[in-house]
RNA sequence: GGCGGGUUGGCGGAGAGGUUACGCAGCGGAUUGCAAAUCCGUGAAGACCGGUUCGAUUCCGGUACCCGCCUCCA
């Protein structure tokens, strides 16, 4: 079997990855919270941690891996955009509207992500859902120490937790050097965080033995991965922005509550996404979404594509450029798999490339040889494993099915005069025609032929007639 | 201020203490009426300064610059 190493935040060092359960591997995602539509910077976790599920289902099988990615649907956000709705004259309750925006952008971010070529994880679990296992856990934190409740807000005690800072490398008492929040005056410490607020009368809220309120983002995840996959599973992921305080935070709420699991073995973090060598933020102006993307012609495939040739842990630029390498690459991939028997498994120097903490942009390099030394059914098999060609081959690669013949005796027809007369410009004409419809014009000894390129326009084609 | 990551050829981007990464672009050639496509070949690198070593782009230390987190941002 193949060994898969992985990069663990928690030790900082490559390991070796052993399950607790080959039979069932687990894994956590933090997913998005939905408020608009998912920016790229949201499509790279996604990209990334889909590989990593294919290449886990691909080692273990496809029914003994349990992969989570929750839908945070509970945030200012999201109720500020209801609330905004409301006021623009949307009918409904406020908790209507909302619900109504969180679905509606649910919606979108899973087509979204199905045009990266992104799995459906096995479950994508609402925060709303959830709520009584949130309160059901918040409670267990107060009765055994970990948090006490105060002016309707439960706070998690900080320094009940020896190990808080681990993961994130951080000591308690350089943050509070450090800190520049403003700290809420009923706070023990000024580290502790909410694991339930109040809300007031216009948001939305859940009863609660501490009045009607609504659970703090972290406990969301902590309580779901508990729900979904027990108290120790295998892999938590996520964007390397969370893990301070987010993730921090999750660990110390589930250790308290579950003193005998140890949540994650293994802590994945993706690097951020850039633009311009600048984080991807809307102030920067720096921002577009995949549906943007997607709009403006640019496939899915091939957004993943360049996701893939940088490794997961470096910071990645997203360029034009890029994306017309990607495309260029994908086109002449897909074009040899294509015609490619589906009778081999994925090349192991694939598989190895990905075993190696998912090692995508050494796995790219192994399909150029696989294309170079014309091994077309592995290359076929290796492109399947990397999340290309789901559903076959798409429209935007395959050379569209025109019959050009008629253009092709014609052009031949001018050829042949010209030789014998020495005066080309009939044929050169033709031939520039051809080439702003799109055609590529091959012309030797041999022959002519015509073959639609990436970027035929039938119009113009019609036009020379 | 605290903590973390990075700096590789024109661009993108890996591995490895000594052996061509690779892709794109460029250049040369074959081919072509000219092109395109294809094929063959090819130059070019590892921020800076020290150290360890027979040998470092790869390990260690320092400097510079860039980026991120410390704000319910993936």
Redesign the pocket.
């Known amino acids: 079997m193949v060994t898969i190493r992985l990069t663990n935040s928690k030790t900082?060092r490559k390991e070796e990855f052993r399950p607790i359960d080959p039979s069932d591997v687990r894994m956590y995602v933090?997913?998005?919270?939905v408020y608009d539509r998912?920016?790229l910077?949201?499509a790279?976790?996604v990209v990334v941690f889909d590989t990593l599920y294919r290449l886990l289902r691909h080692v273990y099988g496809p029914d003994h891996v349990t992969y989570v990615r929750n839908f945070?649907d509970v945030?200012?956000?999201i109720n500020a955009e209801a609330l905004r709705r409301q006021k623009a004259g949307a009918s409904g309750t406020l908790e209507e509207l909302i619900h109504q925006r969180t679905e509606e952008t649910i919606a979108w971010y899973d087509a979204d992500m199905d045009a990266l070529g992104a799995l459906r994880p096995n479950h994508e679990p609402r925060a709303t859902e959830f709520i009584g296992q949130m309160i059901a856990m918040t409670e267990g934190l107060i009765a055994s120490g970990h948090a006490y409740a105060v002016e309707g807000h439960v706070l998690f005690r900080v320094r009940s937790y020896k190990d808080y800072g681990n993961l994130?490398?951080?000591?308690v008492d350089?943050?509070i050097?450090?800190?520049?929040?403003e700290v809420a005056p009923f706070k023990e410490d000024p580290m502790d965080f909410?694991l339930w607020?109040p809300s007031s009368g216009e948001e939305p809220g859940w009863e609660s033995p501490w009045g009607k309120g609504r659970p703090?983002?972290h406990i969301e995840c902590s309580a779901m991965a508990h729900e979904l996959l027990g108290e120790s599973f295998d892999i938590h992921g996520?964007?390397?922005?969370?893990?301070?305080?987010?993730h921090e935070n999750e660990i110390a709420q589930s250790a308290c509550a579950h003193p005998h699991g140890d949540f994650a073995h293994y802590w994945l973090h993706?690097?951020?996404?850039?633009v311009e060598?600048?984080?991807?933020?809307k102030s920067l102006g720096n921002f577009f979404t995949v549906r943007d993307l997607l709009d403006q012609g640019i496939p899915g495939e091939v957004i993943r594509f360049v996701f893939l040739?940088?490794?997961y842990?470096?910071?990645?630029?997203w360029?034009a450029?890029?994306a017309r390498?990607a495309q260029?690459?994908l086109r002449?991939f897909y074009l040899l798999a294509s015609e490619a028997l589906d009778n081999v498994g994925p090349y192991i120097g694939v598989t190895n490339a990905l075993a190696?903490?998912l090692?995508t942009?050494?796995a790219?390099?192994e399909l150029?040889?696989l294309a170079?030394a014309g091994d077309t059914p592995n290359l076929r098999a290796s492109l399947r494993l990397l999340g290309f060609m789901d559903n076959g081959v798409p429209e935007w690669a395959r050379s569209p099915v025109v019959d050009l013949t008629g253009q092709t005796e014609r052009l031949i027809e001018l050829?042949n005069a010209?030789?014998a007369s020495k005066d080309?410009s009939a044929?050169?004409a033709l031939?520039s025609a051809l080439i702003a419809a799109g055609v590529?014009?091959?012309?030797?000894?041999a022959g002519v032929e015509l073959v639609p390129g990436p970027d035929f326009d039938p119009a113009k084609l019609e036009a020379l007639q």
């Open positions: 900082r933090c997913g998005p919270t998912a920016h910077g949201n790279r976790p945070t945030d200012d956000k994130s490398g951080r000591s350089d943050m050097a450090g800190a520049r929040v909410v607020k703090g983002w996520g964007g390397l922005d969370l893990q301070f305080p987010h993706n690097e951020m996404l850039q060598g600048k984080k991807m933020s040739m940088t490794h842990r470096s910071p990645m630029d360029t450029e890029k390498q260029a690459t002449k190696d903490d090692n942009a050494q790219v390099y150029h040889q170079n050829r010209a030789m080309f044929v050169d031939k590529e014009v091959r012309m030797s000894k």
